[in-house]
């Protein structure tokens, strides 16, 4: 059983991956807007995404020239934000709010203080927030309607 | 389409730099591209650049594999490089209506860019002479003193091993669904944003499925070979430091103080 | 004419290192409600052919006319070729995606604009017409159903956008032999009562020479031979150098041809075969009855 949850954390991790980098550029630094975004709502499905979720990040990153900064910092907030949206997973609207919380505080701060944008602390959280709020419930709520009805998949 | 990416494509060769152990070259890497962002002055950036093609050289890799890499990143390249040209003030080099162009932002644009171009030929040339394999031991071996804390260290290289694997297979998968709902007369270019949200699930539903498919049966395959995780799980080739190792170890320290020193030039 | 193929070259990532050429220079005419075979070995370029004919693809050069219109011609909407050209990809069931099965059908049509009623019959059309009880199965999810069961919905889908020309690649890969037999004679039925002009790719010549009124030989996507089956198939020493095969029955005969020149080798059906081992058989015995 182990094994399938690595394994399904792995796929996850990949689907991230695919989907971020099917939209590059646009998906790194500083317009950060990513299709893969909608796929932190899998928490509400399994568990695994958790995990998935995470190393999909980090392997995003690793992979732009951008992210390296985004590694580590994008990485874990990924990480909190799947943590939370398996904690909401019983209330469908409330599972996209965590990583556009998560996302935008964290890389918010990130564009600010790290690659020297040049406006506010608050405009920087704002934008960031406002992307994510746009693939978290444009893209993710109709994916989390359309999976609802699917649910076996996940066994 | 967006297919050819280099990472997690190992090329196979019997280069120096292929037979180093796995933690060297991820140590390596890492500390390249840390190196890449204290480098602050053009001495620094010829001296990486200059070491980046020797090591590729040793490497015995193609250059146009190395160039396959690039091509995804080439449009933030070309990005970075304009935003940094036109969006930097300072004293003035160029100047035509509302379009000015200074010093400081030509100069920062190709920083820039140099950087980016060194960051992602650092990481393909672990990709390409590291075998995923070896990669997943090597990350393990990294991360094993983490497991006091209770990090699953092996879980975790192995789900990254797995997931890298199968970006390529994905990324075909989606081109395919793609096409398939495109000849179905699905359009993904036009129409609003919500409408184009929308036309993302014919996408990412297909793709799901096919991923889940592809876990079921990989765990399935898995068990029936008798994994059981990483307790007492030995490897066919325990990787060891060799003298090769001590060699590229030292080299990396000069390397290191080298570029330290240039930003006191 | 039905489409007009020009020479057209296609060539893949232009310029950098790993440049190939997908397409050298394709001419070929076909006409309407033909029924043509495509094949040739994996990376010959059948896929890439199949995808500019629906204008997924644009050739570098050359042109490509679909009745009657150009769809190489810039700025062509896109909408309109799909109408015309319905291209069914290999494992199609893996675009499935809705809850029902009437709903996926429907994708198709419905990305044409067309709504309502009509909609509705055109759906249900499509799904008795591969063979499947639209009653029974409209509000079944695509996935419980069995492998050969999803392959008919999938292709419904592509048929409920009404093409002229229905294009199939390799429609009964990893079908079970029943479900093979089904879908070949579901296909054969398409083209005898709707009159489509059907492209079919495969690597199965048995089922091409059954059901193909002339065959395409793609080759390093060079087109290197366009007649009709029997003579196509009675190439077979070339056939074999670029890695294909004929159908069984032919196989066998030219097997026998080179042991004993008296046995024809072009023979391309069972029954021909027959009675022409039978004819060898009774001429031996007879010959050696009478030495």
Redesign the interface.
Known sequence: M???K??????????Y???T??V??LS???MQIR?SE?LTILPMFTPAAI??LF??C??AN?????G?VDVVLGSLATLLAAYGSYKFRKHKWLVPLPPIIANGVVIGWMLYYIYGVDVSLMACMLWVAGGEA?ACY??GM??IM??D??K???K | M?RD?T?GQYFPGNSKVHKLDARTKIIATIMF?VEL?IVNNFYGFALATATMFMIIKVSKVPVRFMVKGLK??F??II??FV?NVFMVDGTILFHWKFITISYEGLYRAFFMAA???L??LG?SILTLTTKPLSLTDGIEKLLRPLNKIGLPSH??A???????R??PT??EE?DKIMKAQQARGADFESGS??HR??S??PI??P???S??R???D??MA??ARC?K?GKGRTRMNEIKFTRSDIYASVFLAAFLAMIIGTRYI | MSIEVKNINHIYAEGLPFETVALNDISFNIDDGKFVGIIGHTGSGKSTLLQHLNGLLKPKSGSITVDGVDITAPGKKMTEIRKKVGLVFQYPEYQL?E?TVEKDVAFGPKNLGMQGEELEATVKEAIELVGLDFEEIKER?P?DLSGGQKRRVAIAGVIAMKPKILILDEPTAGLDPKAHRELLSTIKKLHKNEKLTILFVSHNMDDIMEMADSVMVLENGTLVMNDSPERVFSRWEELEKIGLNVPQITELMKKLEKKDSSIEGNVFDMEKAASIIKNYINSKESKAQND
């Open positions: 182990r094994t399938k690595l394994v399904t954390a792995a796929v996850i991790a990949s689907v991956a695919v989907a980098i099917a590059a550029p790194y630094g500083l299709i909608a995990p998935g190393i999909g980090l392997i690793i992979i732009s020239p951008i390296l746009v444009g893209i109709p994916l359309a999976l009805k699917r076996e998949m996940f | 967006i990416i990472l591209i962002f995804p990143i449009i933030i990005f970075t935003i950087r980016l171009i960051l992602i990481s879980e975790i192995m789900m990254m091993t797995i997931a890298l199968f970006i994905l990324l989606t944003v919500i949200a929308k993302l699930i990412l539903v793709l799901f499925i991923a889940f592809i876990a079921q990989l765990a898995m068990e994994y995780g | 995606f809850e999810s996935f």
